[in-house]
């Protein structure tokens, strides 16, 4: 745009109509939201899961298998990928839409992390039930 | 105007002007600064702990699949490097979970004040370095 002769408007909607649907006009509160909740909630996951972790290191098999098995540590677990998962994603989210600003590059990234989120939490609850309900 | 983003950037001076809306600077404009590197920290982190989840899967899902499948994988967690990775993801999982309440507490409208702000910056880096050293001392003591 050659700016010789200062800015100017050519489009001739209100400033209602330009604004709806951009920048914070989105679903940023929803995002944020979101992001506080999780996080919320993964405070005491996280402490729990980590514990866990420390616990069962050098574990065999079986007796991962007996620890996943517990309802309420499977119900833990399930919660703790679910949190973390969506908290991952809202997080990366963040940095796509921050650094690439081309808009189709953006929304294929966007597309493909979130396809890997969905992708890594599914596998991860899938393996937490298989142990919890055939061992 | 070749894009409605771009009537966005336009503005009014109080004597009626259009102008374009300045940009705000970018990074390496400022000098580093305790609350901007703990923010960029806490980024880096974010990501990073994001990556690490793939050993957190792994270890599932191959807990869930065959006693080789298991065996490869804690192989691999139990060794050295496994042990390297797992011990930046440690560093990494209390700065972010540290910093994470510190901004928990400024969503919830507390601790604004500058003086407060590099203090709770400070802890937050103090905690870290506490937090990944007694996670690693449990680590040892239980094994």
Do not use: N
């Not at chain 2, 705000?24 to 901007?36: A, D, G, N």
């Not at chain 2, 869930?64 to 042990?83: H, N, R, V």
Request: glycine content about 10%; proline content about 3%; overall charge positive.
């Amino acid at each position: 745009m050659a700016d010789t002769k200062g800015p100017e408007i050519a489009i001739r909607r209100s400033m209602l109509g330009r604004a709806r649907g951009l920048g914070a006009a989105k679903s940023g509160t929803a995002h944020w939201w979101a992001m506080k909740a999780t996080s919320l909630a993964l405070i005491p996951l996280t402490l729990w899961m980590l514990g866990s972790m420390i616990g069962l290191q050098g574990a065999t098999r079986a007796q991962v298998a007996a620890w996943a098995g517990g309802p309420i540590t499977a119900t833990l677990v399930l919660a703790t990928i679910a949190g973390l998962f969506h908290h991952m994603y809202l997080g990366v989210q963040t940095v796509i839409e921050d650094y690439i600003h081309d808009e189709r590059p953006r929304i294929a990234w966007l597309m493909v992390t979130k396809g890997v989120a969905w992708l890594l939490g599914l596998a991860s609850a899938i393996s937490v039930l298989k142990l919890a309900f055939t061992g | 105007m070749a894009d409605v983003r771009d009537a966005l950037m336009v503005g009014k001076t109080s004597d009626g002007k259009l102008v374009r809306r300045p940009l705000s600077p970018h990074l390496q404009v400022y000098k580093p600064q305790i609350t901007s590197a703990l923010s960029i920290f806490h980024r880096v982190t974010g990501v990073a702990l994001s990556v690490g989840t793939l050993m957190l899967v792994w270890w599932l899902v191959a807990a869930a699949t065959s006693d080789a499948a298991y065996a490869t994988a804690s192989g691999f967690i139990g060794s050295w490097f496994g042990m390297l990775l797992l011990f930046g993801w440690t560093v990494a999982l209390w700065y972010h979970f540290c910093a994470g309440i510190r901004h928990l507490f400024w969503d919830a409208g507390y601790g604004f004040e500058l003086p407060t702000v590099h203090l709770t910056g400070k802890l937050v880096l103090a905690a870290t370095a506490v937090l990944s050293v007694l996670t690693w001392i449990v680590i040892f003591a239980v094994r």
